[in-house]
């Protein structure tokens, strides 16, 4: 009888098993093609090899060089990072796989094969024994003095120590903490460095491309943190900010779109408009008592001489030196926009307008009477343009001017739309799709199996295609997102 159930439990354990395996690699992307970064500022288990630091978050596990310095792309759900708590994390001897506590077994990672095992066992004993933070503080009494400071950030925040790492090897000691991340710190002279990675919320509302990156902006519910995160594009590094130079840092909720020019970040907001700079993040704000026609805004385009401001009451253009001056009639809902040389197409609640060069108002375009409707985004694939309603695409031809139309993909309420070689991205309450322009064709990312939520802003470059959802910012291969 007992080798009977010791039979049933090896069968039940290896059940277990597969299916954790058929879970995490079923999906049709490989590790390279899709990464996702989210707030992983709350650290619920650390364990440590000479060459690694794994770091068990809330939303993922992050691994850190500790040659290099620097971040690998994070394991997330989406790569099949358990959704249960996290109690604990053991280094395989080698250093190359973790194992993590869950439930009443444990998830295995190995970093070589980036995979996943999971089995309804007790994770092997921790070398060495469990290293708690009260523990580790005692055996440092220089870092163990300054706990209180080492757990405060830069704008005066305290936390909780959650976990605790190191090696016998390497005098660093590793803290986690319930919402500033992991921090290094030397035991011997208490010296400290948050090894600061992820976006400062989980959520992500615009992006703006830049050399050897993109800078995120947040989209955040009442209470979580606002503002920007620089993100390099192999995700070894990213740096946030919440505001520099404003006691009480950035008020937005929702980063609806992002612009950068020059050194300074663009950033529409249902709070009005800031004018960061990219360097030292202090900002201008402008609203309605320095001239904008609204400060719910919605849209940017690039101007001449600064940006061009869509708000639901009207279109401005702001200088580089902040002077804002209002063009045509308040009152025009304006929902999005798109430079072409010196002019400038204005999509409003009642249809397509444009800007003509030297023009002092807005004068509608020629179009169907079906596209006498909101227009929600505007694109440009080649010469042709393209005008994304609620329910549909407008393709214009150039050569003779016509309008082609075809119905929008299964997105959900679209959202943003962004052109591609051939084609273009339109992102919306349910998911991703491209379309091509030739043929009209689509093909869609879904959630949760191809994007984990809502899709708020997209931007492409020549390798990857970066996608602001309301669960975080996810880095595609372009290629592979195509195919």
């Known amino acids: 009888m007992k080798a009977t159930r010791g039979t049933l439990l090896v069968v039940l354990c290896l059940s277990v098993l597969a299916s954790w395996r058929l879970t995490a690699q079923s999906g049709r992307w490989r590790p390279d093609e899709r990464a996702m970064l989210t707030d992983f500022s709350y650290i619920r288990a650390l364990a440590a090899s000479p060459d690694w630091l794994y770091a068990a978050s809330t939303r993922g596990l992050l691994i850190y060089d500790r040659r290099r310095h620097a971040w690998q792309p994070p394991v997330t759900f989406l790569d099949g990072f358990p959704q249960e708590p996290v109690r604990g994390a053991v280094v395989e001897p080698?250093?190359?796989?973790?194992?993590l506590a869950i439930g009443i077994g444990y998830a295995r990672y190995d970093m070589l094969s980036r995979s996943w095992d999971r089995a309804a066992?007790?994770?092997?004993?921790?070398?060495?024994g469990t290293l708690t933070p009260e523990g580790a503080l005692n055996d440092a009494p220089a870092a163990q003095a300054m706990r209180a400071l080492i757990a405060t950030d830069a704008r005066l925040r305290t936390y909780h120590f959650t976990a605790a790492a190191r090696t016998s090897d390497q005098p660093d000691l590793y803290l986690g903490t319930d919402g500033m991340g992991v921090v290094r710190v030397d035991p011997m002279t208490a010296q400290s460095e948050p090894l600061t990675f992820g976006l400062l919320a989980?959520?992500?509302?615009?992006?703006?491309?830049?050399?050897?990156?993109?800078?995120?902006?947040?989209?955040?519910r009442p209470g979580e943190r606002s503002g920007f995160t620089?993100?390099?594009?192999?995700l070894s590094a990213t740096a946030t900010s919440e505001g520099g130079g404003a006691a009480l840092g950035f008020t937005f909720l929702q980063g609806r779109r992002l612009l950068a020019r020059a050194s300074t970040l663009w950033l529409a907001t249902e709070r009005g408009l800031y004018a960061v700079d990219n360097a030292s993040y202090r900002s201008r704000y402008l609203d309605v008592g320095r001239?904008?026609?609204?400060?719910?805004v919605t849209s940017l385009a690039p101007a001449p001489d600064g940006v061009w401001v869509g708000t639901t009451r009207g279109l401005a253009v702001v200088t580089g030196d902040g002077k804002v001056?209002?063009?045509?009639?308040?009152?025009?809902?304006?929902?999005?926009l798109l430079a072409v040389g010196e002019s400038l197409w204005v999509g409003t609640s009642t249809g397509l307008a444009?800007?003509?060069p030297g023009a002092a108002d807005l004068a509608a375009a020629p179009s169907p009477p079906s596209l006498k409707v909101p227009i929600l985004g505007i694109a440009r694939v080649g010469t042709t343009l393209v005008l994304m309603t609620s329910g549909q695409l407008a393709w214009q031809s150039p050569t003779p001017v016509a309008w082609h139309l075809t119905p929008l993909p299964l997105v959900g309420r679209p959202t943003c739309i962004a052109s591609d070689e051939g084609g273009a991205w339109i992102g919306g309450t349910t998911g991703l799709a491209w379309v091509d322009a030739k043929t009209g064709a689509s093909r869609a990312l879904t959630i949760p199996w191809d994007v984990p939520a809502a899709v708020r802003d997209v931007q492409v470059d020549r390798t990857f295609l970066w996608v602001a959802t309301d669960s975080g910012l996810v880095r595609f291969d372009r290629d592979a997102a195509r195919r």
């Open 291 to 296: 001239g904008l026609p609204s400060e719910d």
């Open 202 to 220: 989980p959520g992500a509302g615009a992006i703006a491309a830049g050399p050897g990156g993109v800078w995120v902006a947040t989209d955040t």
């Open 354 to 356: 444009l800007l003509a």
């Open 325 to 336: 001056s209002t063009i045509g009639t308040r009152g025009v809902a304006v929902l999005s």
């Open 121 to 128: 066992a007790p994770p092997p004993p921790p070398l060495g």
């Open 94 to 99: 080698g250093g190359n796989a973790v194992y």
């Open 230 to 234: 620089w993100v390099s594009d192999d």
